[in-house]
């Protein structure tokens, strides 16, 4: 289970409007992410799974799966991982939830979710990880983990060690 802040709407700076015309789904994931990270005061804002093979990750309302080498070498702020022993988990069984239309709607569920904190979830990177931690035998806590920085300080607290680097290579260094 990898955690990290992502892109973020700074990377864009002074290119607001060009990201928005340009692309206006991924302003607006970036936009509202912004504003949760605001909210909820953490950086903790995205977590993605990985068997060793593959990396899920289920972001802007799309699935995309990383071979497992690029994705610790090229994906951007990775701020740690837990490392999770158990059953297999069905990775490449996962799909993306629901692309959104309409970006200013996108947030919507997203309020809701957070206004009942957690008691209407919608899927999103945190249900997905909770989902394939259960397929490795460990139960989260459906409602009390709801977001990312739930789901790291609820690991943290039982039992499993965070490691706060990227995750280490499966191919040896190669020798110079």
């Not at 903790?44 to 690029?70: I, K, N, T």
């Not at 979710?113 to 919608?122: D, E, I, K």
């Not at 139960?139 to 690991?155: A, G």
Request: glycine share 8%.
């Amino acid at each position: 289970v990898i955690f990290a802040e992502s892109v973020k709407l700074s990377d864009y700076r002074g290119r607001y409007w060009r990201l928005l015309r340009k692309k206006p789904m991924t302003f607006w994931y970036l936009f509202w992410a912004w504003v949760a990270r605001h909210l909820a005061g953490s950086d903790f804002r995205h977590v993605l799974v990985s068997d060793g093979e593959v990396v899920f990750d289920g972001q802007y309302g799309e699935a995309s799966f990383w071979p497992y080498e690029a994705f610790i070498r090229r994906y951007p702020r990775i701020l740690g991982y837990y490392l999770v022993e158990g059953d297999d988990p069905r990775i490449h069984a996962l799909k993306g939830g629901k692309r959104q239309k309409n970006g200013v709607l996108l947030v919507l569920p997203f309020l809701l979710m957070a206004f009942t904190r957690g008691f209407y979830q919608v899927k999103n990177c945190t249900t997905t990880a909770k989902e394939i931690l259960a397929q490795a035998g460990v139960r989260v806590p459906h409602r009390k983990v709801w977001n990312p920085t739930e789901l790291h300080l609820w690991m943290s607290s039982h039992g499993f060690d965070f490691v706060a680097s990227a995750p280490p290579s499966v191919r040896p260094a190669a020798r110079r």
